[in-house]
């Protein structure tokens, strides 16, 4: 009668009543109350929005990370909240990590190509040459179900009109290159008990507590709010962007999917396909108007050396589980001028802890 009427069974139920004793059920098939999510890179940009949505969703979760930006973008200690500050290349540790956990979401690498490029051996070890002893690890610890985060920068310049996940990789950078490479090696240990997927994300803009500055979106925000002026790299060249809230919520979303929806699948995610002269048209306007009393900003175009341009696709996941993106450049762009009005981005003209590149530059790496 429990079970017909859908009461969880713990993994041993005690059942006593005046007429026995007691009576023991043992449930073979451990249901467990809360599912434990690992993320891995998960103080991070991206991170630091998602763990508080795996949190309020019910989940518990271990963040795993270098921390190399700190922990102050993360919730403060609860009982549902694990906190590792260690590199994702001792695997005897991250092992130890994976002890109970039901999920892996893969957000760890050193992230951009300038940071990569400061040296490029060490960022291989940490992108690539760790990627495949971690999904090992995974497998040997009985995780079943790995979400990759991958970037929608592995399709480099393309002049397809439209992008999708069968387009080929073409990378113009060692950090796109060896993201595209990891892909692979994730596939061949898809099965019936380890379910991965593949996600290409565009570029990502809005708020974190753990913020960049150094992308597009946020960037042009920055300097139009702080400077009044927007400084376009080229323009012409499309960029593919979406809005933080939505690819945190995308992750969370597929915690839960049904596995035949996603096994060994791939995902490009992204929102609408604008040059970044039209990006910066529409900073423009928004920050006009969170900012009245600045008056106009002024928009400068410059040539770049930044040939990336593609135009990315998201109807596979659209037509396949019915996901979209539900904000717009736009709310990003709006996230980012309440996050100014309320002084959470002190000296963000100056301050190294906003841009990437400056960070790991400063930080003494093996």
Same mark, same amino acid.
């Not at 060490?122 to 992108?127: E, V």
């Given at each position: 009668m429990l079970l017909r009427l859908g009461f969880p069974f713990p993994?041993?139920?005690?059942? &006593?009543? @005046? @007429?026995? =004793?007691?009576?023991?059920?043992?449930? =073979?098939? $451990?249901?467990p109350l809360k599912k434990k999510i690992l993320v891995a890179g998960g103080a991070g940009y991206v991170g630091c929005v998602l763990v508080p949505k795996l949190l309020d969703a019910g989940y518990e979760v271990v963040v795993y990370d270098l921390m190399l930006f700190g922990s102050e973008g993360l919730p403060k200690t609860r009982s549902d909240l694990q906190v590792i500050s260690a590199d994702l290349r001792d695997i005897a540790t991250f092992s130890q990590a994976l002890s109970g956990v039901d999920s892996v979401i893969h957000l760890a690498c050193i992230s951009n190509d300038p940071s990569f490029e400061l040296d490029p051996e060490? +960022? @291989?070890?940490?992108?690539y040459d760790s990627f495949e002893p971690v999904v090992q690890a995974c497998v040997g610890a009985g995780v079943?179900?790995?979400?990759? %985060? +991958? !970037?929608? +920068?592995?399709? /480099?310049? +393309? $002049?397809? #009109?439209?992008? !999708?996940e069968d387009h080929p990789l073409v990378p113009v950078s060692d950090y796109n290159k060896y993201k595209g490479l990891s892909e692979p090696l994730l596939r061949k240990y898809q099965s019936p008990t380890f379910t991965t997927v593949i996600i290409r994300p565009a570029t990502v803009c809005g708020y974190s507590p753990r913020m960049r500055l150094d992308l597009t979106i946020n960037i042009l925000t920055n300097h139009?709010? =702080?400077? /009044? @002026?927007?400084?376009?790299? *080229? /323009?012409? &060249?499309?960029? #593919? =962007?979406?809005?933080?809230?939505?690819?945190?919520?995308?992750y969370v979303d597929l915690l839960e999917r049904p596995t035949e929806q996603i096994a060994g699948e791939t995902f490009n995610a992204g929102y609408e396909?604008?040059?970044? %002269?039209?990006? %910066?048209? &529409?900073?423009k306007d928004v920050v006009? &108007? $969170?900012?009245s009393e600045k008056g106009s900003i002024t928009v400068e175009t410059t040539p770049s050396n930044d040939p990336r341009s593609y135009h990315v696709s998201s109807k596979k996941i659209l037509q396949k589980? *019915?996901? %979209? #993106?539900?904000?717009s450049i736009e709310d990003a762009v709006r996230d980012l001028c309440r996050a100014f009005k309320a002084g959470k981005l002190p000296n963000s003209l100056e301050d190294d802890r906003y841009i990437n590149v400056r960070t790991v530059k400063k930080l003494t790496l093996e």
């Open positions: 993994d041993r139920l005690h059942i &006593q009543t @005046k @007429k026995y =004793n007691f009576l023991t059920y043992v449930i =073979n098939k $451990e249901i060490l +960022s @291989k070890s940490i992108n079943r179900r790995f979400i990759y %985060a +991958s !970037t929608s +920068s592995v399709y /480099g310049v +393309s $002049e397809a #009109p439209e992008v !999708t139009a709010v =702080n400077r /009044g @002026k927007i400084t376009v790299f *080229g /323009g012409m &060249q499309k960029r #593919p =962007n979406i809005h933080i809230d939505d690819i945190a919520e995308l396909n604008f040059t970044v %002269a039209e990006l %910066a048209e &529409q900073v006009e &108007q $969170e900012f589980l *019915g996901w %979209a #993106p539900r904000r």
